[in-house]
């Protein structure tokens, strides 16, 4: 009898040691950065692209990089996935740039140039920082919100409390804590989270139109994910499949590419439902003469 007990407070006591140790280490696992020295320079070919270096209040610093164009449409706030630093992902920018819309990128606290502490807390506060320098001389209706995999989730949080032009999530998380329950599924996911990244939640809030890209082959954040996302607010949302891409590979596909350029350069068109065959009756009985 003694012995079970033993056993059961063990088991508890282990539970408790793991649950801890999750809570404290997960940015081990969230977050793959990758850091720059100081003296770093960006350079891309066939960009006219100026880095900039933001302070916070509390005294950190934001890096990121201004990619620009002659007489621009709008602007793109890119925020990207979790992995590496904005030298890498500096090259997508020119998926925007070649049709005449400029791009500002920027590295998350930890990660390429970018100094700070990082919380839940810190990294919304930093993201509305720069999108308010963006607005100081950009009106919002030029401005795109474009989120890629875990950036989805913060640019649905900018897009639920700000108004921009539209927001597009590439390959959007449902919620990182679904996510990790898939992983540790016996673990107190819910409590243990410091970064759980709702996007389901701020979605909810959103009113400029939404557009969901998203392959048919990600293993990492299944399809079904941007699915369940699109019908949050299906009168403000698309839903774009690309056929056969996977998670990191979307800029490979040329329908990837085409998606984006129906995305970028359309206007959204009022339609007079009551003139389309919504709620027609359609019947195949005949009526007497």
């Given at each position: 009898m003694f012995s079970w007990v033993y056993i059961l407070l063990a088991v508890v006591v282990i539970y408790i040691i793991i649950s801890v140790a999750l809570y404290y280490l997960q940015e081990y696992f969230i977050f793959k950065p990758e850091k720059l020295d100081k003296d770093f320079e960006f350079y891309y070919n066939n960009?006219?692209?100026?880095?900039?270096?933001?302070?916070?209040?509390?005294?950190?610093?934001?890096?990121?990089?201004?990619?620009?164009?002659?007489?621009?449409?709008?602007?793109?706030?890119?925020?990207?996935?979790?992995?590496?630093?904005?030298?890498?992902?500096?090259?997508?920018?020119?998926?925007?740039?070649?049709?005449?819309?400029?791009?500002?990128?920027?590295?998350?606290?930890?990660?390429?140039?970018?100094?700070?502490?990082?919380?839940?807390?810190?990294?919304?506060?930093?993201?509305?920082?720069?999108?308010?320098?963006?607005?100081?001389?950009?009106?919002?209706?030029?401005?795109?919100?474009?989120?890629?995999?875990?950036?989805?989730?913060?640019?649905?949080?900018?897009?639920?409390?700000?108004n921009p032009k539209m927001l597009i999530l590439d390959a959007p998380y449902y919620s990182l804590t679904k996510v990790a329950a898939k992983f540790i599924p016996f673990m107190p996911v819910s409590l243990i989270m410091r970064y759980p990244i709702p996007t389901y939640k701020w979605l909810k809030y959103v009113n400029c139109p939404i557009h969901i890209i998203h392959g048919t082959h990600d293993k990492l954040i299944p399809f079904k994910s941007s699915v369940k996302l699109s019908k949050i607010r299906p009168k403000l949302t698309r839903l774009y499949t690309v056929i056969g891409g996977g998670h990191k590979n979307l800029n490979n596909f040329e329908s990837y590419h085409r998606m984006l350029g129906e995305i970028i350069n359309s206007r959204m068109k009022r339609i007079n439902f009551s003139e389309t065959s919504i709620g027609v009756n359609h019947s195949s009985k005949q009526v007497n003469a």
């Open positions: 960009q006219t692209v100026e880095e900039y270096n933001l302070k916070t209040r509390d005294g950190a610093i934001i890096n990121g990089l201004h990619f620009k164009v002659e007489k621009p449409k709008g602007v793109v706030l890119y925020l990207k996935g979790n992995s590496k630093s904005i030298k890498g992902w500096g090259k997508f920018a020119v998926d925007f740039t070649r049709h005449g819309y400029e791009v500002v990128m920027l590295d998350y606290r930890g990660f390429g140039k970018s100094t700070g502490r990082r919380s839940f807390k810190a990294l919304k506060r930093d993201l509305q920082f720069v999108y308010n320098k963006i607005k100081e001389k950009v009106n919002e209706k030029y401005i795109i919100l474009y989120g890629r995999s875990m950036g989805s989730g913060f640019a649905a949080k900018l897009a639920s409390i700000n």
